[in-house]
């Protein structure tokens, strides 16, 4: 059973820094393109990173040069290093297995979502 648990989330004024964390079970973690997307309320789904099996990352032109996506194969986690966060970043992050690194990813299995709040 493969199973996505989102933490790190809460809230940061404008500026500030998150690192969200993504741990995965069930599933060949390592072989595979991991992503994370955002959904605010009331709004679509938007990709925000995601990293291939060699490494190589992709990112939405509104998070570049602020977020950075990682992962540890060997702890089968995945990381979003969040920062100079704006108020627009509020959202709930979802960590996502994915057949393809471009939005919209093509979504596999995703977790609960953790929400990131950002207050001016």
């Known amino acids: 059973q493969v199973r996505l648990v989102e933490s790190g989330g809460g809230s940061v004024q404008a500026g500030g820094s998150l690192r969200l964390s993504c741990a995965v079970s069930g599933y060949t973690f390592s072989r595979y393109c991991m992503a994370w997307f955002r959904q605010n309320s009331g709004k679509e789904r938007e990709g925000v990173a995601a990293i291939n099996s060699d490494g190589s990352t992709t990112y939405a032109d509104s998070v570049k040069g602020r977020f950075t996506v990682s992962k540890d194969n060997a702890k089968n986690t995945l990381y979003l290093q969040m920062n100079s966060l704006k108020t627009e970043d509020t959202a709930v992050y979802y960590c996502?297995?994915?057949?393809?690194?471009?939005?919209?990813?093509?979504?596999?299995?995703w977790g609960q979502g953790t929400q990131v709040t950002v207050s001016s």
């Open positions: 996502a297995t994915v057949h393809k690194s471009f939005w919209p990813y093509s979504l596999n299995y």
